[in-house]
């Protein structure tokens, strides 16, 4: 049972096949990254639909499949931003209405998660999910995914692209950050430190680090101190939400979570809890189509295909929306 996935809800137009047992085959992308600035919607959309062809075959030749063998057609149907998820939801209804198979309509949120779960080999973790667009950490309870704490303004990793926008470096910024603060000398400087409750806020940390550089601190220390401050709010959150639901595996997903400091710090919040930890493969943090890939597998034997008048894009879709019908 081979299941085509496409992703492209913001800067990545992705493809990804999976076998019937969540293997995958193949998984290709095009990558749009914005000459300056932060992701322009439309410029990620012409950027996915001039891609989007050469993308296809590239991931039919890889996985040495023909297209009359997939059996599913998924695609990110949200969150999203609309002109970017509406050029996978063309390709995917156009797909899936040639060749008369199954649409699946994926949340990408629940898609990172997941596929993180599968290559963690977790049955029932807390999950931190720390990306461009989302900080939740949430569990899978009866049939939902339940947010046990999210950011209350902007994502963790959309506060350090903004950081790193304003040093002068390009995007993406996380991992210049990462690398910068490896080769800071661990000055260090007292930032803002913002918990409400189980929520988190990063920009009075973005305004803060923002400043400390204007007034001529090394870039290499405000990167540490920035990713000191944020990732310890992170861990916080991440260990009371494990205090309390005694979960015995915690998993991190999302492009964040490629971040070597970060995984450190879960790894010590876990250990105390006597929980494991582990992160989702480097390759596979960021959006990929193989993640809409494994989620359409899972649908299709839920057997919860979309008819084409439900598969109109859901740029809001929230994780806790969304209805799980697969055991765990
Ligand atoms: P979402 O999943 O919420 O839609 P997204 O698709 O933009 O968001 P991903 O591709 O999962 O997110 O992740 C991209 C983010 O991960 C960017 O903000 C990027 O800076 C950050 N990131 C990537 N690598 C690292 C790293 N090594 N350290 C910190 N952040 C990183
Ligand atoms: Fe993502």
Not at 31 to 59: C, D, F, M, N
Not at 165 to 183: S, V
Not at 275 to 294: H, K, R, T
Request: glycine share 10%; hydrophobic share 40%; aromatic share 6%.
């Amino acid at each position: 049972m081979l299941v085509l996935g496409i992703e492209s809800t913001a800067h990545t137009l992705g493809i990804g096949i999976v076998n019937g047992e969540g293997q995958i085959l193949t998984e290709t992308r095009a990558v749009y990254t914005p000459s300056e600035g932060g992701i322009h919607p439309r410029e990620a959309a012409e950027h996915h639909q001039k891609h989007a062809l050469a993308v296809l075959q590239r991931a039919l030749e890889e996985a040495q499949v023909p297209l009359d063998k997939i059996k599913g057609i998924a695609f990110s149907q949200g969150p999203g931003l609309p002109p970017a998820l509406r050029i996978g939801a063309v390709i995917a209804r156009s797909l899936a209405g040639a060749l008369k198979i199954p649409l699946l309509g994926v949340n990408h949120c629940v898609a990172h998660i997941e596929q993180a779960r599968y290559f963690c080999q977790a049955k029932n973790p807390l999950v931190a999910y720390l990306s461009g667009g989302n900080t939740q950490i949430t569990t899978l309870e009866t049939g939902r995914y339940r947010i046990f704490g999210e950011t209350l303004d902007i994502a963790l990793g959309n506060m350090l692209d903004m950081f790193a926008r304003e040093a002068g470096l390009h995007h993406p910024g996380g991992p210049k950050i990462e690398k910068l603060a490896q080769q800071s000398t661990g000055d260090y400087q007292e930032l803002p430190y913002t918990v409400k409750g189980m929520d988190l806020a990063f920009s009075g940390l973005l305004t803060a680090a923002k400043r400390l550089l204007s007034k001529g601190t090394r870039l290499e220390t405000v990167c540490y101190s920035l990713q000191e401050t944020a990732f310890a709010m992170v861990a916080e959150v991440v260990e009371r939400a494990l205090a309390h639901t005694r979960r015995e595996e915690v998993i991190a997903t999302g492009g964040v979570a490629a971040n070597a400091r970060l995984g450190e710090m879960l790894q010590i919040v876990a250990s105390e809890h006597s929980a494991s930890f582990d992160s989702v493969p480097l390759q596979y943090a960021g959006d990929n189509g193989a993640m809409i890939a494994y989620n359409g597998l899972l649908l299709l034997k839920a057997r919860k295909s979309i008819p084409l008048s439900e598969s109109t894009i859901l740029p809001k879709w929230r994780l806790d929306q969304v209805d799980i019908p697969w055991e765990v």
